[in-house]
């Protein structure tokens, strides 16, 4: 076997250094801030109903000096969607919550939902990267942040905050029956006080949880959500072409970190990848920011028995 002399292993080892210095650059300068709108489609509506747009929001992360964040988010009013929701993580600084409802001012005239994520309740602090390969690390909070402004805020705009609620809402003239839970990531989950099946007279029942874990998407499917909208993964914030997400922080598996996926039989599930990260760990790589916008239409009147995922389509586009 050849050995390589010192000037070739140095010419060597200064690619490599390039290369991993370049890379840290695109996914830290770029990336992270090469927002996309992601458009789907899913068949969960019952025949012959109107379809409905919805714009699904998580993981902001947001801090007051993030201007290029902010203005994109303003920019999602032109979509003028039926119903926004928002599945949390929306704050990353305690001086964060006008950052945040300025930059959604435009959709919180629209209706919505929400619910929060443990980056609305505590801010984030540093942590090594690998112990996200441990699902059961210890957890390290940082300070409280003023949640309850944020919700405040939502709220006083006709936003409805579903921890722990099931409400009736009626949009574009589709009745739809929701519920939500408060963060399993924090094991704040109480899924018994929203269990039970939807309101059989609601056309549509759509369930709102920050990360989806098994444990509440399973609770959701068997009481027969029609749609369980979650965030928290980033989409893996970190990916391997041809390989996909490193990690999901949470149960689900790498499949199903970003986009629509079924969950159980009837259930579909739609994670978001989010449009922030932590201002510990400001990159992402093969894994673009993303807000989306999901068209809902009605379902085929027969359905298989089983099916693998088809009736889903996506596109992206890089919004204005």
């Known amino acids: 076997m050849p050995v390589l002399s010192s000037a070739a292993f140095r010419r060597a080892a200064l690619g490599a250094t390039g290369a991993a210095v370049a890379g840290i650059g695109y996914a830290t300068l ?40 902010q203005a994109w988010v303003r920019e999602l009013e032109g979509l003028e969607p039926d119903l926004v929701i928002n599945t949390g993580d929306n704050l990353a600084h305690q001086r964060a919550v006008p950052a945040v409802v300025q ?35 210890k957890r390290v909070y940082g300070d409280p942040l003023p949640w309850q402004d944020l919700r405040a805020a939502f709220a006083e705009r006709g936003w409805h905050d579903l921890t722990h609620v099931r409400r009736d809402v009626e949009v574009g003239g589709i009745k739809i029956a929701t519920g939500g839970v408060d963060d399993p990531h924090l094991r704040r989950d109480r899924y018994e006080t ?12 759509i369930g709102l949880t920050h990360s989806p874990e098994p444990r509440v998407l399973d609770r959701f499917a068997t009481d027969g959500y029609d749609l369980v909208l979650a965030g928290h993964t980033h989409g893996g914030q970190l990916c391997v072409p041809g390989f996909g997400a490193l990690v999901t922080n949470c149960g689900i598996d790498r499949s199903r970190v970003k986009g629509a996926s ?50 889903v389509s996506t596109s992206e586009a890089v919004a204005r």
């Open 194 to 205: 929203i269990a039970g099946a939807p309101n059989p007279l609601a056309e549509l029942s």
């Open 103 to 137: 930059a959604l001012s435009g959709l919180l005239s629209r209706p919505g939902l929400f619910v929060f994520g443990s980056n609305d309740y505590f801010a984030p602090v540093p942590k090594n990267p690998f112990k996200y390969f441990n699902k059961n690390h």
């Open 30 to 69: 770029i990336e992270r801030n090469a927002f996309v709108l992601r458009e789907t489609t899913l068949p969960v509506l019952q025949p012959g109903s109107s379809s409905l747009r919805v714009l699904h929001i998580s993981d902001l992360h947001m801090t007051p000096g993030q201007k290029l964040k």
């Open 262 to 311: 079924r969950w159980g039989a009837h259930t579909r599930l739609h994670v978001s990848a989010g449009l922030g990260t932590s201002p510990w760990a400001p990159y992402r790589f093969c894994c673009r920011p993303e807000a989306t916008l999901l068209t809902l239409v009605a379902a085929p009147p027969q359905r298989p028995a089983a099916d693998s995922g088809h009736g």
